[in-house]
């Protein structure tokens, strides 16, 4: 099942996508756009990749808890789920997963490999959105390995 990882910000939206399989997931864009113009971008993306699931980060404070930024993240989910069912593409799983740290390790990696700071600002978000997504996929996979999906 290939799934889309999204990084929802209120500036940019970083999007990852993963291979046919389910199995890896990369960096694939920013979008930096309104949030109609965000979503218009992300149900071309659906489209065009024949996407089936959509993974959005949900940012959670240290302590599990939801705060503001989370309760944007929901708003914004809740909008795209509409506009999916409105455009007749199917159905599309939309799941919220824990995204803490996630813009964190994005931006370790960059350093690590020597990003510039300039590029960094240009693809963390994409590369937040791959490791909010690979972290779905590698929960999905130990479930079945476990048997427990």
């Avoid at 046919?20 to 930096?32: E, F, K, N, R």
């Avoid at 959670?60 to 506009?83: I, P, V």
Wanted: net charge positive.
């Amino acid at each position: 099942m290939r799934s889309l990882g999204l990084d929802v910000g209120d500036r940019r939206t970083g999007v990852a996508i993963s291979g046919p399989h389910g199995l890896l997931a990369v960096p694939l864009t920013v979008i930096a756009k309104s949030e109609d113009a965000a979503i218009d971008d992300i149900i071309k993306l659906v489209k065009q990749h024949r996407i089936e699931r959509i993974v959005i980060g949900l940012p959670r404070s240290l302590n599990g808890g939801l705060g503001q930024q989370a309760n944007k993240t929901t708003a914004f989910t809740d909008k795209l789920s509409l506009r999916v069912q409105q455009s007749n593409i199917g159905q599309i799983d939309i799941e919220l997963w824990d995204e803490r740290f996630s813009t964190v390790a994005a931006e370790q990696l960059m350093a690590e490999v020597g990003t510039k700071r300039k590029k960094r600002n240009q693809r963390r978000d994409a590369i937040a959105a791959s490791f909010i997504l690979q972290g779905f996929l590698d929960s999905r996979h130990s479930e079945q390995k476990e048997g427990t999906v």
